[in-house]
């Protein structure tokens, strides 16, 4: 829908208008209109006027020097300058002028107690109607609250038969099979009556980001054919103290109306955030979340309203949202496996022209780690590579430098290097993959380059696994680090300097051998005691130190004996292969690009 509204008008904005229109009056018309035709004549005539007793009302303007007199039937007012005239006063009181000091500014009472207070009362009623009118339009009729307040804005997705189904989420089959159930209670929920189960009001789908939580959700209202309601929990939290809370209300009682149908809060962590007791609270959203509890516990079970919720920060949650009978069901949304993988990357490349010879499973165990819509943007880059190459569909390759993309960032077209930084990338790749190459349990290497990156990598190895990996032995966990070192070291032994160049590799190494010793209990000091907790699972997977000063320091001791180690592992395996590593740098310094056939054919010879 592309329904353009005019831009609203803040409210002030009226006032000034009534204002202004106002002051206007006041300033140019009421005088005018006051004034009545004055004429203004000499002192003689004022004189033989005065003398003919042809004479109504005077007014004598001292300040001003002026006098106003009106004729005997009151009819015109005149106007003259003062004289020095001391006998003005007799004359005029023998010729039965009636002295007054209204003349100019007293015309008409009527009309001037309209002008004064009667307009502006009347203009601004008219103002405060129409505001009204337009504010109650605006909020959706005249139930809705004065000034649209707490109005829900849920955007609707009334009974889409094209809408998305279950079909359209690959992967993820538990969590499918969790919701099929929702799908078969919506649909005939008498049968769940009958036997007086109860299905659960508020369902919890926790994951990390874009593994298809807001699709799975709109995929059980378009398989149930129900109404969806969707907000996301951001847009509960007002500037106004109060205005989420009654938003929260009016969302459930068109639920409720509407039902059965499903709510879906998307990034419910946004209202649902632990409340904790410390000053300076959020008060807004404490309350959105007071009002979300009370209407869980408020409607019966069995209405035919599901709440969905979706969170990449479960434990960031109150705990009283998560209790049975508000959100307790738990949907994991975990992050596609292999088979996962395949499967989504098909279900987005229907949308797109593909050569027939794609080998999908390649694809997708390079892409390992990637979420479901990092997929679906790599098929996308792939189209978008095709097009701009003047293709008329994707190729295998397109889509693994599509993956590149991702991963790595775009190519670097007019990144120049020295030829002394490019062999030394060369020399530092090739010694990444030689050290993975020749120690056991390591994935092979699939590609090598130099080519640098937008994303600032000056080159890098690309290690893709066979299978599905759920679990890591010790020694693979090492190996890793071992083949991370591996790239410093190749510069070390080669050039007898270091750069800056391994700076990645250093990090990943060292969180690796970290988690070894704190989280894997791989450290036989410490055996099976947790040193570190991790707090946020689905985004970045943050760690919080929970030992002693004391442990502090042991734990980076070993961290750094186990990183120690593992360097002088690779920089052994580097000094018994140094005529395959300086034939291999050369090599890849040369074709900049290497398969990892190539390096496995040179690596055999
Ligand atoms: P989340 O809510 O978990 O952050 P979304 O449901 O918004 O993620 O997914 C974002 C996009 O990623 C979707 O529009 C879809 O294109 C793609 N996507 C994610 N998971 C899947 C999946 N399992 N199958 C197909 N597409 C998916």
Redesign the pocket.
Known sequence: MNEVKTPKKPLIFYYCVALLLLLLFNFLAMPWMAQRQVKEVDYGTFMSMTLDGNIGQVEVQETENQIFFTDKDNTTVYKTGMMPDPDLTQRLFDSGAEFTGEIIEQTDPLLSLLLTWILPVVIFVALGQYMTKRLMKNAGGPNAMMFGKGKSNARVYVKSSEGIKFS?????DEAKENLAEIVEYLHDPSKYREIGASMPKGIL?V??????????AKAVAGEANVPFFSMSGSEFVEMFVGMGASKVRDLFSQAKEKAPCIVFI?EIDAIGKKRDGQYGGNDEREQTLNQLLTEMDGFEENTGVIILA?T?RPESLDPALTRPGRFDRRVP?EL?DLQ?RI??LK??AKKIKVADDVDWSKIARMASGA???E??NIVNEAALRAVRDNRRFATQADLEESIEVVIAGYQKKNAIMTDEEKRIVAYHEIGHALVAAMQTHSAPVQKITIVPRTSGALGYTMQVDEGNHYLMSQAELENKIATLTGGRSAEELVFHSVSTGASNDIEQATKLARSMITRYGMSKDFDMVAMETVTNQYLGGDTSLACSAETQAEIDRQVVALVKQQHAKAMKILEENRAKLDQLAQYLYEKETITGEEFMDILQK
């Open positions: 359209d989420v690959a992967g993820e789908l994951g990390p980001p874009g593994t298809g939580k807001t699709m799975l998307d979706a990449n949304v596609p996962g499967a989504i279900v987005h979420s479901g819509a997929l679906a």
